[in-house]
């Protein structure tokens, strides 16, 4: 029972870890809340769907959804967020909240209000023991999460480019006046970012098998919560944050039972946790 | 080597450089001085292409550099030490010299550069691998010369290098500076400690206000009774 909790509490920070990376990625150099990162996942999750049902392919339904979704990121940041910069941050926060809204509804018109069904076949075999029930496309989700974050991490760490991305976050103007053409790392933020949450997107079609257009809403408040919780911008604490939240929300959710919906949990978490740590769990200073 | 020509730059309403026009040779070393709020930094970023000015033209080597980002700036070997430090607190020490070598491919190069300035500055290379935010100030002065030799600098902005600093490592960053110079890199730098800018420059400039209103050699400057007065202490 406990393990089953404990797996399925991982599955679920997992994709909140990916949904939420953009955001933290974006805030980290732009120091701008971008609420249509939440977006991306919905959109990614149409697009997963469509090469899926045109191609049949898992692997191509991830790479095109990932791929085109990325390139919206770009495409959004360009037009929209890097023309707002100067101005004050609720510039970009509403406009992210409005290029949101207008994504769902878009996708509404063109797909249909109704849901949809995805259903894909995963390529892991589902594992059922007398106490445990562990279905192939939770382990799609925690491979291909570990996956992604373990390039993630590689890039970031590893690479000039990481290296960059760090100083770029820590002293834009600085960054810049040592060669770091910014404006290629905020594209590549997004490309990341918003590929990143079109994955999870697929993943959670795929796991109920079925989209929707406003499919989206929830991840994005809780995407909010996750990015405070990890400390604003910090890649590393935005995992453990999604951990901390999807835990919590199965274990809290299975065992006590809970008098708030199971979506509530998430924000009792942040507030508990914020009374202690009120620059959330991994912070610079 | 650099060449600005009528550089006026506003902060929203207000101006802070009138028609400002000013040229450094090859290989020579100009000392800009200026009170607090002269508009030292604004010239320095301007050169840069951190700030954007509503008129003029910069030319550097030759090429109209106005419209290129920063980044191409620094690509072209244009090396910047910026007023208060500025290193980057999270990085280790060794990544914030990689930093000022950003825009090279030549690691060989990068590799050697780095064992020079950790010659010059021991203290780096002992702390190699420490995060800039724990040095004291000192060091991470000494980080941003690091950092800014990393560069292979053609021409070197300098900002207030003394500011915060004892007079025991006021004497060794001039003296680095002025090394740097002598090997032939070119040095616009931006003082407001007059009588050290003026002792090791070729030129000077004076700003007050955002305007130049006197430019001469460096001797002259010294000698000039209203430029000592108002500068030099008397
Ligand atoms: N970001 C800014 N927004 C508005 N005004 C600014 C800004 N930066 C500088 N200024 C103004 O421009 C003028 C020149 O500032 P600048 O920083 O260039 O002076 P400075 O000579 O470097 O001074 P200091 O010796 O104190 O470093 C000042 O009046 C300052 O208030
Ligand atoms: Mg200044």
């Known amino acids: ?285 | 080597m650099l060449k600005l020509d009528g550089i006026n730059v506003f902060y929203d309403q207000s101006q802070a450089l009138y028609d400002v026009s000013l040229q450094v040779e090859q290989g020579e070393f100009v000392s800009i001085i200026g009170a607090n709020g002269a508009g030292k930094t604004t010239i320095m970023k301007t050169v840069m292409g951190l700030i954007k000015p509503a008129q003029g033209r910069i030319f550097f080597e030759g090429k109209d550099i106005i419209k290129r980002p920063s980044w191409d700036r620094a690509g072209m070997r244009i090396g910047y030490i910026p007023e208060g430090r500025r290193v980057f607190p999270d990085l280790s020490v060794e990544d914030n010299l990689l930093m000022g070598a950003y825009h090279s491919k030549n690691n060989v190069e990068i590799a050697k550069t780095m064992k020079e300035v950790y010659d010059v500055f021991t203290r780096l290379g002992e702390r190699k691998n420490q995060l800039a935010k724990t040095m004291s100030g000192g060091e991470q002065q000494m980080l941003a010369i690091g950092r800014a030799l990393m560069t292979k600098p053609k021409l070197l902005l300098i900002d207030e290098i003394s500011m915060g600093l004892m007079p025991l490592l006021v004497n060794k960053a001039f003296s680095v500076i002025k090394e740097m110079n002598n090997q032939g890199i070119t040095i616009l730098m931006v003082e407001q400690n007059a009588k050290k800018a003026l002792a090791v420059a070729d030129r000077g400039c004076v700003l007050e206000m955002g305007q130049i209103v006197h430019q001469d050699l460096a001797e002259n400057l010294q000698d000039n009774d209203s430029i000592r007065k108002a500068y030099l202490g008397g």
């Open chain 1, 1 to 285: 029972m406990f393990l089953q909790q404990l797996i399925n509490g991982i599955v679920i920070g997992s994709v909140y870890a990916l949904t939420a990376m953009g955001a933290t990625l974006v805030y980290g150099i732009m120091r701008i809340l971008d609420i249509n990162n939440a977006g991306a996942y919905a959109l990614g999750a149409y697009v997963g769907l469509l090469t899926y049902n045109t191609t049949g392919s898992l692997l191509l339904t991830f790479i095109v959804g990932m791929l085109l979704t990325g390139l919206y990121g770009v495409l959004v940041q360009k037009l929209l967020y890097v023309p707002m910069l100067d101005k004050s941050p609720n510039v970009s926060l509403i406009a992210s909240i409005g290029l949101f809204i207008f994504l769902s509804d878009l996708i509404r018109m063109v797909a249909g209000p109704s849901i949809k069904g995805f259903h894909a076949e995963v390529p892991f075999s589902s594992i059922y023991t007398d106490s445990l029930n562990i279905n192939g496309a939770w382990i799609l989700i925690i491979v291909t999460t570990f996956l992604l974050l373990a390039v993630l991490w590689f890039l970031l760490n590893k690479t000039k480019i990481g290296l960059a991305w760090k100083a770029t976050a820590q002293d834009l103007e600085t960054a810049k006046a040592m060669g770091v053409n910014v404006n290629m790392m905020v594209a590549l933020n997004y490309l990341l970012g918003y590929g990143f949450a079109a994955a999870a997107g697929i993943m959670v079609g795929i796991l109920y098998s079925s989209v929707f257009p406003t499919m989206g809403d929830v991840p994005a408040y809780k995407m909010l919560a996750i990015i405070v919780l990890g400390g604003l911008g910090s890649p590393v604490g935005t995992v453990i944050a999604a951990m901390v939240i999807g835990l919590a929300e199965t274990l809290i959710g299975g065992y006590i039972g809970f008098f708030l919906p199971r979506d509530a949990i998430a924000f009792v978490v942040l507030i508990i946790i914020l009374l202690f740590r009120p620059r959330g769990l991994i912070s610079k200073n």
